[in-house]
């Protein structure tokens, strides 16, 4: 489709994700011009400001304050009959474009549906010729989210990604509708936030000496540093970009595996007894690191600290405390971790994991806030009031939502995007298993086995980013686009059963979407393969088949 052409050729208007219901579109188009005002109503301001900012890039409109006449007028309200992030979007010649959402939310993502509508040049940053007026055909969405949690993981720990990319990250995660951006912190290769308490935590756990190219077995390192972190306004910066876009920043501190980088910056925390901690550095491979926390009240104490200046930056209702790949071989072996099991009478070391996440668990309750892990915090007990992110498959997920725990689904098998689109030895980024666009279309989020009443714990699903091997802008779209798009479809639309799905009509959207990304400057994976610029290079080593995940 030639950028210039405002009509959305495919059927459906070539959205993405799939509205509930389209009536028309009609004969004919519905301008917006120098001369169309901006009706705006109480709770649609933030909409109305985004809408000025983004239209006013594209295509100089300058929508001043409405109403003005009706065919000129784009009116924004709020109708609470309709579900909270729902909305209607009519356009037509003689009364207008109106957007009502059922809430400030709802009117935004018809916004989003809006800006799909009027082409691709939509979706740049300034006008490539003056005067050109935006259009879309006669017609009437109606629409509402299938989910409320409809997200993302970005791992900005194993490659930290500079502000900018985070803020990308959220406008496009916006116009696909989703509004959960999961960020995990702090891992074994990298701590990514200011912590005023502990200024070690990223003088010392955000940078480390080198870093493994490919899998965790490659003989190879870039022997360069690589690091980086978000100061605390930073963060309220970015969540402050992310609410704009009615999108929750859920953060995620991960413990009590996963914490290299922090013992390296504080050895104490480490399980001192059996490891010299004080040698330890921010690892610089892929993998599990052996070094995990001690299960101290000093630990405890320290994390309720950190705790403690997270809570004051993420308004998140959810907190992600992970309790993934905890390696027991130290806690085995260290003293202090055996006497601790043997005075609070724990199941051993799955029982020193949960003692962890229950006492997390009672503490962001008492502030107000929930605990989210990985499925691994089902061992040994679910903490009470815990929720689940089941990313092992969908047994963890299964299991807590019939234990009456609410639930995200994000199983490795279809929605982890870090893993490869294709077999071919081009991939960029040669892991994990093959899943293509189509198998993460094909991703149904709520477990069969489940009863309504269960399957009401399903509070939605995201896909996992991890950057292991991600270490650009450029890698990052590679593997994230097209895939998200779909993912968006599956976690908004109502979809039929997966082997129902329409493929070819989401290939048939997809053809219009692409350009919108190309408009974006998006480097998704092209259709028919990788371009030159995008293939594997040579030194990230062979692909591994049938690799676990991470690796
Ligand atoms: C995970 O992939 N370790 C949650």
Same mark, same amino acid.
């Given at each position: 489709? %030639?950028?210039?052409?405002p009509? /959305?050729?495919?059927?459906?208007?070539?959205?993405? #994700?799939?509205?509930l219901?389209?009536?028309?579109p009609?004969?004919?188009?519905?301008r917006?011009?120098?001369?169309?005002?901006l009706?705006t109503g109480?709770?649609?301001?933030g909409?109305?400001?985004w809408l000025r900012a983004?239209l006013?890039?594209?295509?100089?409109?300058?929508l001043p304050?409405?109403p003005? /006449?009706?065919?000129?007028?784009?009116a924004?309200?709020l109708d609470p009959?309709?579900?909270p992030?729902?909305y209607?979007?009519?356009?037509?010649a003689r009364?207008g474009v +109106?957007?009502?959402?059922?809430g400030p939310a709802?009117?935004?993502?018809?916004a989003?549906?809006? +800006?799909?509508?009027?082409? !691709?040049?939509?979706f @740049? @940053?300034?006008?490539l010729?003056p005067?050109?007026e935006?259009?879309?055909p /006669?017609l009437?969405?109606e629409?509402a989210p299938r989910?409320g949690w409809?997200?993302?993981?970005?791992?900005?720990?194993?490659h930290f990604?500079?502000?900018d990319?985070v803020?990308?990250?959220?406008?496009?995660l916006a116009?696909?509708k989703l509004n959960?951006?999961h960020l995990?912190l702090t891992?074994d290769?990298?701590?990514?936030?200011?912590?005023r308490?502990y %200024?070690?935590l990223?003088g010392?756990g955000a940078w480390r000496e &080198?870093?493994?190219?490919g899998?965790?077995?490659? *003989?190879?390192?870039?022997?360069r540093?690589h690091?980086?972190?978000?100061?605390?306004?930073?963060i309220?910066e970015?969540?402050a970009?992310a609410?704009?876009?009615?999108?929750?920043?859920?953060p995620?501190i991960d413990?009590?595996g996963h914490s290299?980088?922090?013992?390296?910056?504080?050895p104490?925390?480490?399980?001192?007894d059996?490891?010299?901690?004080t040698?330890?550095k921010v690892?610089d491979?892929?993998?599990?690191s %052996?070094n995990?926390?001690a299960?101290t009240?000093?630990?405890l104490?320290?994390?309720?600290?950190?705790l403690d200046?997270?809570?004051a930056?993420f *308004?998140?209702p959810f907190?992600h405390i992970?309790?993934?790949?905890?390696?027991k071989?130290?806690?085995r072996?260290?003293?202090t971790?055996?006497a601790?099991?043997?005075?609070?009478s724990?199941?051993?070391?799955?029982?020193?994991?949960s003692?962890?996440i229950?006492?997390?668990d009672?503490?962001?309750?008492?502030?107000?806030r929930r605990?989210?892990?990985?499925?691994?915090?089902?061992?040994?007990?679910l903490?009470?009031?815990a929720a689940?992110?089941s990313w @092992?498959?969908?047994?963890g997920?299964?299991?807590?939502a019939k234990?009456?725990?609410?639930?995200?689904?994000c !199983?490795?098998?279809q929605v982890?995007?870090?893993?490869r689109?294709? #077999?071919? !030895?081009?991939? *960029?980024?040669p892991i994990?298993f093959v899943r293509t666009?189509?198998d993460?279309?094909?991703?149904?989020p709520?477990p069969?086995?489940?009863? %309504?009443e269960?399957?009401?714990?399903?509070?939605g699903?995201?896909?996992?980013?991890w950057t292991e091997v991600?270490d650009?802008?450029q890698r990052?779209?590679?593997?994230v686009? #097209?895939?998200?798009?779909a993912?968006?479809?599956?976690?908004w639309?109502?979809? !039929?059963?997966?082997?129902?799905r329409?493929?070819?009509?989401?290939?048939r959207?997809?053809?219009?979407?692409y350009?919108?990304l190309?408009?974006?400057?998006v480097?998704? &994976?092209p *259709?028919?393969? /990788?371009? #030159?610029w995008?293939? &594997?290079p040579?030194?990230?080593?062979r692909?591994?088949?049938g690799?676990p995940p991470?690796?």
């Amino acid at each position: 489709m %030639p950028d210039t052409d405002p009509t /959305p050729t495919a059927p459906g208007g070539g959205l993405i #994700p799939a509205p509930l219901s389209i009536d028309g579109p009609g004969r004919g188009t519905v301008r917006l011009g120098q001369d169309t005002a901006l009706a705006t109503g109480p709770g649609t301001e933030g909409t109305a400001r985004w809408l000025r900012a983004t239209l006013g890039e594209a295509f100089g409109l300058p929508l001043p304050p409405g109403p003005g /006449p009706a065919a000129h007028t784009l009116a924004l309200g709020l109708d609470p009959a309709l579900p909270p992030e729902g909305y209607r979007l009519a356009a037509d010649a003689r009364r207008g474009v +109106r957007i009502t959402g059922g809430g400030p939310a709802g009117v935004f993502w018809g916004a989003q549906t809006l +800006r799909q509508l009027l082409g !691709p040049q939509a979706f @740049r @940053r300034a006008p490539l010729a003056p005067g050109q007026e935006p259009a879309l055909p /006669p017609l009437t969405v109606e629409d509402a989210p299938r989910f409320g949690w409809r997200g993302m993981l970005l791992d900005v720990a194993r490659h930290f990604l500079p502000k900018d990319g985070v803020l990308r990250c959220l406008d496009l995660l916006a116009a696909h509708k989703l509004n959960v951006l999961h960020l995990h912190l702090t891992d074994d290769q990298g701590w990514r936030i200011e912590i005023r308490r502990y %200024p070690k935590l990223t003088g010392t756990g955000a940078w480390r000496e &080198r870093t493994k190219l490919g899998h965790r077995a490659s *003989p190879l390192w870039d022997e360069r540093p690589h690091g980086g972190y978000y100061t605390q306004d930073d963060i309220r910066e970015i969540v402050a970009y992310a609410a704009q876009r009615h999108i929750t920043v859920v953060p995620e501190i991960d413990i009590p595996g996963h914490s290299q980088a922090a013992i390296a910056a504080y050895p104490a925390l480490g399980n001192t007894d059996v490891v010299d901690t004080t040698s330890l550095k921010v690892w610089d491979t892929w993998g599990v690191s %052996p070094n995990v926390l001690a299960p101290t009240d000093s630990t405890l104490r320290f994390y309720e600290h950190v705790l403690d200046e997270v809570l004051a930056l993420f *308004p998140s209702p959810f907190v992600h405390i992970g309790g993934d790949e905890c390696p027991k071989d130290q806690w085995r072996a260290s003293a202090t971790a055996q006497a601790r099991i043997a005075e609070l009478s724990l199941a051993g070391e799955d029982g020193l994991q949960s003692w962890f996440i229950r006492h997390f668990d009672r503490w962001l309750t008492a502030r107000g806030r929930r605990l989210i892990g990985w499925d691994e915090i089902l061992e040994g007990g679910l903490a009470e009031g815990a929720a689940v992110a089941s990313w @092992r498959g969908r047994a963890g997920g299964v299991a807590a939502a019939k234990s009456g725990h609410d639930v995200v689904m994000c !199983p490795e098998q279809q929605v982890y995007l870090d893993h490869r689109q294709h #077999p071919s !030895p081009d991939e *960029p980024v040669p892991i994990g298993f093959v899943r293509t666009l189509e198998d993460v279309y094909r991703f149904e989020p709520v477990p069969t086995e489940l009863t %309504p009443e269960q399957a009401a714990h399903v509070l939605g699903t995201q896909a996992n980013v991890w950057t292991e091997v991600m270490d650009s802008q450029q890698r990052l779209d590679y593997q994230v686009f #097209p895939r998200l798009a779909a993912f968006a479809e599956v976690a908004w639309s109502r979809l !039929p059963a997966p082997a129902e799905r329409d493929y070819q009509d989401l290939t048939r959207r997809m053809a219009v979407h692409y350009t919108r990304l190309d408009a974006l400057g998006v480097g998704y &994976r092209p *259709p028919g393969g /990788p371009l #030159p610029w995008q293939k &594997r290079p040579g030194v990230l080593g062979r692909p591994i088949d049938g690799a676990p995940p991470n690796v």
